[in-house]
């Protein structure tokens, strides 16, 4: 299952992810990048491989942020049969990733694991990582791919306003390489003021709208906003099974027309297909 919310919890707090299992997140991300000072990053892998050997991460896939500077320390910790995945952060391009793939086999041999088992999630945070996002999507153990917007934007000279249309295009070409790849939707950007739950819910829709599958949190208070966001309602579920019934009956293959006057056709019937799989799904 794809999730749709992402909570981000630095990796040196064991309280936090601990408490981070009963917030309702689909993923919890334990971060042992730019949440974690440099100093208590040592402290921080040994909280992480505790935590997943636990098992205290409830219903909600486990993943755990690596850094390129660190990154054999860090999968040494987080590789274990708790992971879901990796999110790598600053992805410049596929060399680091083949590299990861290399690593991970190796952790996953020695540890017993199955081949291939754990997933990865790149993070593009750079003009050079934007500049090769196909090749990004194409690498090794990639599920789906995200935006590291703050750095993207410093590093382009952006200056976003509240709506955040200045970084559309990075967004849309996310969406569009996923989908080249046969990955997931890439996941939303997280938003840093968790009390503004009015824009939250706006930029989420629109990340929804774009093709996104769903976004990450800094806090657990914008989790409830975000998987009510990425969750069908019942009204979406209902029109399509009607657009699916309507196109059952006109034969599957010529476009059909329903009800409403709304022509349906396979286009039409793969969306609604989309929709009733993650209705189903959540």
């Known amino acids: ?22 917030v ?7 971060d042992l990048e730019d949440a974690v000072p440099v100093a208590q990053r040592p402290t921080a892998r040994a909280v992480v491989a505790d935590w997943l050997d636990s098992g205290a991460t409830g219903d909600a896939d486990a993943w ?3 850094s390129p500077d660190a990154l054999e320390e860090d999968l040494r910790a987080a590789v274990r049969p708790g992971l879901t995945g990796v999110v790598v952060a600053k992805v410049d391009g596929p060399s680091l990733l083949t590299r990861l793939d290399a690593l991970l086999s190796a952790l996953e041999s020695e540890r017993g694991l199955p081949a291939g088992r754990i997933a990865v999630s790149p993070r593009l945070e750079s003009a050079r990582g934007l500049r090769q996002i196909d090749a990004v999507a194409a690498a090794p153990r ?13 590093d382009l000279g952006l200056r976003p306003g509240p709506d955040g249309w200045e970084l559309l295009p990075a967004r849309f070409e996310a969406v569009v390489a996923s989908a080249a790849a046969g990955l997931a939707a890439p996941v939303g950007p997280a938003t840093v003021n968790y009390r503004d739950t009015e824009k939250l819910r706006a930029g989420t829709e629109a990340l929804r709208r774009l093709g996104f ?14 998987n009510e966001v990425f969750t069908p309602t019942a009204e979406e579920v209902a029109e399509a099974e009607r657009v699916i019934a309507a196109y ?17 056709d396979e286009a039409v019937a793969r969306s609604a297909r989309a929709v009733l799989v993650r209705a189903r799904r959540q």
Do not use: C
């Open 64 to 66: 755990v942020r690596v």
């Open 24 to 30: 309702g997140a689909d993923a919890i991300i334990a």
């Open 213 to 226: 599958s769903g976004r990450t949190a800094i806090h657990p208070h914008q989790v409830p906003v975000i």
């Open 248 to 264: 059952a009956e006109g034969g599957g293959g010529a476009a059909a027309v329903d009800g409403t006057g709304t022509m349906v």
């Open 142 to 154: 990639v599920l789906l791919l995200g935006l590291g917007e703050a750095d993207l934007s410093a």
């Open 1 to 22: 299952m794809v999730s749709r919310s992402w909570l981000y919890v630095p990796g040196h707090s064991r309280r936090m992810l601990d408490k981070a299992a009963g």
